[in-house]
């Protein structure tokens, strides 16, 4: 499955805030997912296996490294599971083929509102996050509608600039 997604991820100095404001908009909760996602080596974009309880999925996306909301272009693909939720064939044949890059293990709370998701994550060894996913899973909505939905929900939150990353999760693992 592809889609366009506009993003944001900013430092989360209050996720008690957020977890608020999403409440009052009765933002539907998915549940909380603890999340290992194994990036390997690509030469184009980034490509990761999500192994969650909630979240099962082999991720490639293509996105600029630059902070503020920024289109994000995302082929999504469900393995089958094994016993244990992810399909262990798969992830040893990327191990094998492309090499490991970096590995992230976080909690994550998950949360929609229409088509926007949101992610409060805490993630070992860099802290506590926020991240606005506007996305576009049927080419019905448009890039415009996407960076106004993410800055509106941005000025909502009360998310600064000097708080976007402009980086995935593995980047900052690997500094």
């Known amino acids: ?3 366009i997604n506009v993003e944001i991820k900013a430092r989360c100095k209050n996720p008690d805030k ?3 404001i999403l409440k009052e908009k009765n933002a539907d909760f998915k549940g909380m997912d603890h999340q290992i ?3 390997f ?3 184009n974009g980034r490509l990761k296996l999500r192994e969650g309880n909630i ?3 082999l991720i490639y996306y293509d996105r600029e490294n630059r902070p503020g909301p920024k289109k994000a272009d995302i082929i999504l693909y469900k393995p089958g599971p094994d016993s244990s939720g992810t399909d262990s064939s798969l992830k040893e044949i990327l191990e094998k083929s492309l090499g490991i890059l970096a590995v992230t293990d976080k909690n994550r709370e998950i949360y929609f509102i229409d088509n926007v998701k949101f992610h409060i994550d805490i993630v070992k060894n ?3 996050f926020v991240e606005i996913e506007a996305i576009d899973r049927l080419g019905n909505i448009g890039e415009e509608k996407l960076y106004e939905q993410c800055r509106g929900y941005m000025d909502l939150f009360g998310i600064k600039d000097k708080d976007l990353m402009s980086t995935s999760y593995s980047d900052m693992i690997l500094k």
């Open 1 to 3: 499955m592809a889609l």
């Open 41 to 43: 080596k690509c030469e």
């Open 37 to 39: 996602d194994t990036y």
């Open 126 to 128: 860099l802290g506590s």
């Open 55 to 57: 979240e099962n999925n």
């Open 18 to 20: 957020i977890r608020k």
